[in-house]
């Protein structure tokens, strides 16, 4: 399991910073640009990124100013782009003189270091490497293999969300005209508590805040995020609400350097001044203790209410726009202050101060990311955020709201477009409708069902668009064993990964254009759209010269396919589709509400906004209502001499592939395989800094697993918590440690010993 470091680590740390972005930021980007692509093409990526007349930025889905300036980006975006731009390349020579085995024991970093790919390859049953294959004869193998299976839900379609609108709503439209729900997708790992949680409280599983909400909130939680990584232009978007007055608490584990003070490297000041101060109160949290962190904020606000009735809660809102109050209120006073230090680790002191902040705001947003919904009981800890915001009418109002911050640049915008194993029967009807069949309504398997499904032999064919499936599932071991044990596995990738190692009897790779490059189909330049994080729809046009002549778009790949697997002369005009976008965008506009003069509307500078039904204050959950809920106190619970590992990204990563050996503002350089932990736990366990560890995980059932050679480093990071990187940790996380409700994997909250090692270094 444990592949070679490349490079191999040669750890140096230094102290945490206190600031995040500014200068370094940036030199740090144009860096790996030159050595990715050298200096013309680099210039040409940089000036498109996030343009009106551009491309869409494939980091994150944080949204783009309206305003927008010449250097709409961050060092990460500029990271990511260039990786994908990239002027080094991976050829049938390359196949030819690597077996898929010996490629299988290099490091991610490497792998993925080799650059773009140029052709489809396939490596055959029994052979040892891959060769190439024309595209026509890649398809035939395809359809041949779904149209022999017993049934099309031993297929399954995975979908990582960098897919843009048009093909996720080709795959999905194929994938259900096949006959099969199989959908799993990178939100099941990621959003999908947050969809649960908000579907069910709120009516619909979106955020409900734009850009201007943020800049005028007077109080922003960011909680279990950690923008000056992930998501580095929050951070403006959090220096504007701090000049308009506003107030920001930050909740984490960690203290991480981007919540704390921020240096906006678009602005002089930035480059040359001290930065904006930017969390207010920073709750340094026990993992998994949010869900008391809430429960008592809200028994608080009762509480206030009483001392002054009338002053406190919105009684107005509650009772036009919600139900469920009573009960609620019952069951939130029940929590007490002794349960909430332990769950929590902060003090009363520290609350109180916080709760005061919450009086003295009348316009209060909260912000979350995988810190959350990566927990066992992360829907009930978002449902009390929920509550939390509907007590005083934080909600469809301006500077006011709930706000998911989404994880790749279009992944909400592929659920819009029905890749989910679930999707609402309007859906389905509409697209029955529209298309003249009739869709499967049995539901298919999310990630985790379908390695389950693999591992038991009730799914054969595991088709990957975009992502890495095997890198960013749990339980490494597990998954890898599952696909390997599969007929067929085809990735849709753009550059080498761990997915195309780790394979079935039968693998191909299907090399495909990125968000940069030009686009070119039968009726001449195509564009495609996306959504971010806030629901704004708009469109991304590649700029680059593809990366090989072989390469097609994820459009043509999905309609050839489809054609090739449902045969010729269906309702479905795939070949139409193929040679024109906008007739794809004119079906979606047709079918999902929103989208009405989407190709118009799309082209328009900055794009559109779908309606959440929340900010009319139309709820559309059974009862018409938003939902109070009551969620009982569960919190993570490490037995003596055990920690609280959670999974997260290095500075220098983007999910499964790391960019390079460094963690910046943590002060970690030149290795992957660390694990922070307090030095008061440390010194606990008897453990040097700097020390050799295994780390353990342990199981209900009992079981152990293993992640080899880490070493420990001192770090500020709350009691009883350690923090170690993925993809590196999931080997860690049982397949069956599942958050209730969502079924995502718990990357955030494995229980783990720390193993000394006779140090060899
Ligand atoms: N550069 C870069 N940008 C990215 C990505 C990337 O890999 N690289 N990935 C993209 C994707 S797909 C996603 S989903 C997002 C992820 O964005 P984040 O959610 O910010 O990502 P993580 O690195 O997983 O960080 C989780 C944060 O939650 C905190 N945390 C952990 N457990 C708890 C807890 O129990 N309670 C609280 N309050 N906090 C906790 C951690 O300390 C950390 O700060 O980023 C997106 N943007
Ligand atoms: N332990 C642990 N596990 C986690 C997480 C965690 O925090 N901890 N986070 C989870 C989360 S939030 C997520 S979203 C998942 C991420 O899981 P994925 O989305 O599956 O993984 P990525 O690493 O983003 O996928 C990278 C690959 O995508 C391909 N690619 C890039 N751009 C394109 C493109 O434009 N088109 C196509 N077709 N392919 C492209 C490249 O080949 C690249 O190698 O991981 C999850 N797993
Ligand atoms: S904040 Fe996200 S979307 Fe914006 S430039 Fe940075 S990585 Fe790209
Ligand atoms: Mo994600």
């Known amino acids: 399991m444990r592949r070679n470091v490349d ?48 491309f869409d930025c494939p980091g994150c889905a944080w949204p783009e100013p309206n305003h927008r300036l010449k250097n709409e980006y961050c060092e990460n975006g ?75 839900d031993e297929a399954m379609f995975y979908t990582s969300g960098r897919v843009s609108n048009e093909a996720a709503f080709l795959l999905q439209l194929f994938v259900r005209a096949y006959g099969t729900n199989n959908l799993p997708d990178c939100s099941n790992m990621c959003h999908e508590s947050s969809g649960s949680a908000l579907g069910e409280t709120l009516g619909i599983g979106k955020g409900s805040v734009s850009l201007d909400d ?35 608490v930050a909740v984490n584990p960690l203290p991480e350097a981007g919540l704390k003070r921020f240096k906006n490297p678009q602005k002089a000041s930035g480059v040359v001044g001290r930065g904006t101060t930017l969390a207010d109160d920073f709750l340094l949290i026990r993992p998994g203790g949010d869900l008391a962190l809430f429960r008592m904020l809200n028994k608080l606000l009762l509480e206030a209410e009483d001392a002054a009735p009338g002053t406190v809660l919105d009684h107005e809102f509650i009772q036009r726009d919600t139900t469920g109050f009573d009960a609620f209120a019952e069951h939130a006073r029940a929590i007490e202050w002794d349960d909430v230090r332990t769950a929590t680790g902060l003090t009363r002191e520290e609350i109180e101060r916080v709760h005061e902040r919450v009086l003295a705001s009348k316009k209060i947003i909260v ?17 009390e955020i929920v509550n939390f915001l509907l007590l005083r009418g934080n909600l469809g109002r301006p500077g006011a709201g709930v706000c998911p911050v989404r994880g790749h640049s279009n992944v909400q915008g592929d659920r819009t477009m029905g890749i989910w194993e679930r999707m609402p029967d309007a ?134 396919l489809a054609r090739r697997t449902l045969g010729e002369g269906g309702a479905i005009p795939w070949e139409d589709f193929e040679r024109d976008y906008g007739l794809i965008r004119d079906r979606i506009a047709r079918i999902i509400p929103g989208f009405e003069d989407y190709n118009e509307r799309a082209q ?82 008897g453990l040097a800094d700097q020390s050799l560890v295994d780390i353990v995980s342990v199981w209900e ?13 001192a770090y500020p990071a709350a009691r009883g918590s350690a923090a170690s990187y993925y993809p590196e940790t999931n080997v860690l996380v049982p397949l069956d440690s599942v958050a209730d409700v969502s079924n995502t994997p718990t990357s955030k909250g494995v229980i783990v010993r720390l193993e000394p090692l006779p140090d060899a270094g």
Request: glycine share 8%; with cysteine.
């Open 604 to 685: 328009r500078p900055g794009g559109f906004r779908l309606p959440n039904p929340v900010n009319e204050g139309v709820y559309r959950t059974p009862t018409g209502k938003a939902q109070f809920s009551c969620n009982a106190l569960t919190m993570l619970e490490a037995p003596d001499g055990y920690l609280v590992l959670q999974s997260l990204r290095s500075h220098d990563q983007w999910n499964t592939i790391p960019y390079a050996m460094n963690d910046r503002y943590r002060g970690i350089h030149d290795a992957r395989r660390v694990v922070l932990v307090n030095p008061e736990d440390l010194a606990a366990q």
């Open 367 to 383: 912000c979350w990311a995988m810190g959350l919904t990566q927990q066992r009981h992360g829907v009930p800890t978002i449902r």
């Open 701 to 713: 059932d009992g079981t152990e697993r293993r992640a080899e050679g880490f070493r420990v480093v």
């Open 427 to 560: 859906f389905l009807d509409a697209l029955g409708e529209e298309f003249a069949f009739t869709p499967p309504r049995n539901h298919g398997y999310d990630s985790v069902n379908g390695v389950r499904a693999m591992r038991d032999g009730k799914a054969s064919v595991f088709v990957g668009v975009a992502g890495n499936f095997v890198r960013a599932m749990s339980d490494s071991a597990v998954t890898e064993d599952a696909l390997r044990r599969c007929r067929l596995t085809v990735q849709i990738s753009t550059k080498l990964n761990r997915s195309h190692t780790v394979c079935g009897e039968t693998a191909l790779i299907l090399p495909t254009l990125g968000r940069s490059d030009r686009d070119i189909q039968a009726t001449g330049e195509q564009f495609v759209t996306v959504e971010d994080s806030m629901s704004m729809v708009h469109a991304s046009r590649g700029r680059l010269e593809p990366a090989s002549p072989d390469l097609l778009s994820e459009v043509a790949i999905i309609s050839r």
């Open 214 to 248: 943020i800049y005028e909130s007077d109080l922003v939680f960011v909680v279990g995020q950690n923008p000056g990584t992930n998501h580095p232009r929050m951070l403006s978007a959090l220096e504007q609400t701090k000049k308009n007055g506003g107030r920001i």
């Open 78 to 152: 500029a990271k990511h782009i260039n990786d994908e731009a990239t002027t080094r390349r991976v050829t049938r020579a390359f196949f030819a003189e690597h077996s898929v085995a010996e490629l299988d024991t290099k490091s991610d970093y490497w792998l993925n270091q080799q650059g773009r790919l140029t052709e489809p390859m396939v490596k055959r049953a029994g052979a040892t490497h891959y060769e190439p294959i024309a595209w026509d004869d890649a398809f035939g193998l395809i359809a041949e293999e779904l149209q022999g299976l017993g049934s099309p």
């Open 7 to 54: 490079p191999e680590d040669d750890l140096s740390v230094t102290p945490p910073k206190e600031w995040a972005a500014g200068v370094p930021a940036v030199a740090h980007a144009i860096e790996y640009s030159l050595a990715q692509s050298g200096a013309r093409r680099t210039a040409l990526t940089l000036l498109n990124i996030n343009q009106v007349k551009g």
